[in-house]
């Protein structure tokens, strides 16, 4: 079956959750925004697309720090409102230059950090 | 630092989303919705529970089917408008009968389909 972005289903500002997962090491690096023309940008270019809700505008991941995600695979969910980007990710994927943005962890009622910025 | 849901953002429903992922095999299973309350029922309980945007009730993952999610670790991200759950996964977690809901590829511009439902 052929894909059209306008067959997913996205909230009412356009926009549709992406994570982003490690296509090696299988890590979930981060969850953004995308909109149909980001995931039609994203599948053309094969360098993953968002939409940057703050500025309003494409957010090409790693444009300006160089922290690119390579495409390797598109998956969309049973309810097509949910994305995940299989990607070669260079560099740290978070913009605290930690490698994932979840390095929190939430145990015994308190919050533990799991690893520290990379240098 | 001790952890408190109101502290987490979430959007104008009051919700934020949750991606749960299977603690052994890494894979991403499902995303779905959790809201402040849901959050700490989680906590308590170590049984995965989303909100229900559908039905707007609590919705405890497998209450019906038996394909529950045991917590085994909460963690957040960076801006602490995402979550992701790390769990045990028994039987298939999505509602079609398969191991994940992201069963579905865009490959050169077609949806491809990755598993079948579990028999």
Redesign the interface.
């Known amino acids: 079956?052929?894909?059209d972005p306008s067959s997913l289903v996205y909230n009412e500002a356009g926009l549709i959750?992406c994570?982003a997962?490690d296509a090696n090491?299988?890590?979930?690096l981060?969850?953004a925004w995308m909109n149909a023309d980001s995931i039609s940008q994203t599948?053309e270019t094969g360098r993953v697309t968002y939409w940057s809700r703050s500025r309003q505008s494409f957010w090409i991941k790693g444009e300006s720090s160089g922290h690119v995600q390579e495409l390797v695979?598109?998956?969309?969910?049973?309810?097509r409102d949910?994305l995940?980007a299989l990607v070669n990710q260079t560099g740290p994927a978070?913009?605290?230059n930690?490698r994932t943005?979840?390095?929190?962890?939430?145990?015994d009622?308190?919050?533990v950090e799991?690893m520290k910025p990379e240098v």
Do not use: N
């Open positions: 079956m052929s894909f959750p994570i997962q090491s299988h890590e979930v981060m969850m599948l695979d598109l998956r969309v969910d049973c309810d949910c995940i978070c913009h605290t930690r943005c979840f390095y929190t962890a939430i145990r009622g308190d919050e799991l």
